[in-house]
């Protein structure tokens, strides 16, 4: 078998959640040149709605050309993320990069923000980023191509970003400000740069619209609007006040739309009478196990399921209406 050539050929990644999500997918695709990964994050079983676990990634990165060492951390905890940095100088003899990539999240505005989940935020992505940084930078420092990612957003201080989630934002924004102070402290030595996913993307419906009219709908996707139409009374329309668009892909899919603005409310197959204040894009089956309460939207939001555009504080306002329907569905 001939030697991986690849850019991070022999190199050791250092990755923090990575036993899914993007996390993995950025250990793949260096495991496919060769690299050698360190799957720093604390799932040691299977959840039953979040599968994989640092086992079963170590064991795709090796499938994939790469070598793995799955190490138990939990970010909050700097005894396991330095015990993780030893293991990995021991087994590989360094670091190279290092990619911050552990985050919690809870699109909640203030008043419902349990402080929980505000130490939660706070203790994983500004604190868990610091500490992990600061474990492996001295190895980092040694090596000819160290590199610092963090998965985290750029520095935007327009007021929208922060009214409708703002714990999440300042906590995500402490994992930026992270990258813009540690590539001044240690310019020359390590590059310390932010990546951050474009979300919110929806298809472009302009093809769509030259089609043929659609059939008549059936099936799961069909049963759920029928249920969701049959739930709408004048008090979920007065409390919501959104108009939803839905841009389904898969069997029964298309465009739907669920207005809870107007009087009564409306559901139906098309784009609405009025422009939508969210669109949210996913597979026809994802959309029913959310709405069934088989998969939590935030869940499905984090792992690309689900792409949501416009303004976020409703799409989540719309979560409490499927957590009506899920008895029904």
Known sequence: MLPNTGKLAGCTVFITGASRGIGKAIALKAAKDGANIVIAAKTTQAHPKLPGTIYTAAEEIKAAGGKALPCIVDVRNEEQISSAVEKAVEKFGGIDILVNNASAISLTNTLETPTKKVDLMMNVNTRGTYLTS???I?????????HILNLSPPLNLNPLWFKQHCAYTIAKYGMSMC???MAEEFKGEIAVNALWPKTGAVPELKEEKTQPPPKPRSGAVEETFRILKDSLTDDVVKATQAVYQFELLGED?????????NKGGNIGHGEPSDQADVVM????DDFVKMFSGKIKPTVAFMSGKLKIKGNMALAIKLEKLMNQMNSKL
């Open 253 to 261: 899919g298309g465009t739907w739309f669920l207005d809870l603005k």
């Open 179 to 181: 990258v813009l102070g």
């Open 281 to 284: 894009s996913m597979s026809t």
């Open 134 to 136: 600061k474990a492996c």
């Open 138 to 146: 001295p190895y980092l420092k040694k090596s000819k191509i160290a």
